[in-house]
């Protein structure tokens, strides 16, 4: 019982700078503390992928499960995970105006990594 009290007190003190708030303001509040909370989880999810998430990519854009795996881990060592993997596929499409599963084959095959990373101002490194 003695812990119902002190959690009351607790409560009674750590609201007061709220007491003034009308309905409304405590409305606003929430929903900009709740933002706060959950602003850094987006950023995150935004800026931030897996290998698991580049291969789902490439499977959805018509590409096998090992040629998926492939393109990622081929991505991954030029230094282009950030840059999305489908995105480097797409984009050595657009460069060499072929389309995206013939992109994506010859950067299995080792071509076109240089002309990419060119496009994306990534420098090469050995």
């Known amino acids: 019982m003695s812990n119902r009290k002190f959690r009351e007190d607790d409560f009674e003190i750590r ?3 709220l007491e ?4 409304e303001e405590l409305k606003n509040r929430f929903w900009e503390l709740a933002d706060q909370t959950v602003t850094p989880l987006i950023d995150l999810a935004y800026k931030n992928t897996t290998p698991a998430i580049e291969r789902s990519v490439l499977l ?3 590409f096998s ?3 998926a795996k492939d393109i990622v881990e ?4 030029n230094g282009l995970i950030g840059k999305g993997a489908g995105h480097v596929v797409y984009r050595l499409s657009q ?3 072929i389309d995206i599963r013939e992109a ?3 950067l299995i095959s080792n ?3 240089d002309k990419v990373k060119k496009s994306f101002g990534v420098k090469n490194h050995e």
């Open 15 to 17: 609201r007061k700078h």
């Open 95 to 97: 460069i060499e105006k």
């Open 111 to 113: 071509h076109g990594w």
């Open 74 to 77: 081929k991505v991954i060592n």
């Open 20 to 23: 003034q708030l009308s309905d």
């Open 104 to 106: 994506g084959l010859k």
């Open 60 to 62: 959805r854009m018509g």
């Open 65 to 67: 499960s090992l040629e």
